[in-house]
Nanobody, 116 residues
Framework: VQLQASGGGLVQPGGSLRLSCAASASIFSGNRMAWYRQAPGGQRDLVAAITNFGMTDYADFVKGRFTISRDSAKNTVYLQMNSLGPEDTAVYYC???????????WGQGTQVTVSS
């Protein structure tokens, strides 16, 4: 398994979750790491991305609420999600494989459900 995502679950509105995605060293090093999400019936959208140099990019709908980070020692990318709302309910996927842009490798997805 090259990408293993975890950390999803059920959370109440206003709550927080932290997603993790552990990658094989060969595909983590030097590459952009990103989180995408896909709600039922919807398309897969970019949520946040971080380059090997630490440059970050966020979708407008998560700015100020989500934070992406990476730990090179653990070959892991994180997504800290705060102030969650029902609109954040989706399957979240991690992605990598290229220094910039969407790479060819996808994690298996982790379900995030925000509901009271």
């Amino acid at each position: 398994v090259q990408l293993q995502a975890s950390g999803g679950g059920l959370v109440q509105p206003g709550g927080s979750l932290r997603l993790s995605c552990a990658a094989s060293a060969s595909i983590f090093s030097g590459n952009r790491m990103a989180w995408y999400r896909q709600a039922p019936g919807g398309q897969r959208d970019l949520v946040a991305a971080i380059t090997n140099f630490g440059m970050t990019d966020y979708a407008d709908f998560v700015k100020g609420r989500f934070t992406i980070s990476r730990d090179s020692a653990k070959n892991t990318v994180y997504l800290q999600m705060n102030s969650l709302g029902p609109e954040d309910t989706a399957v979240y996927y991690c992605n990598t494989g290229l220094p910039y842009g969407t790479g060819p490798y996808w994690g298996q997805g982790t379900q995030v459900t925000v509901s009271s």
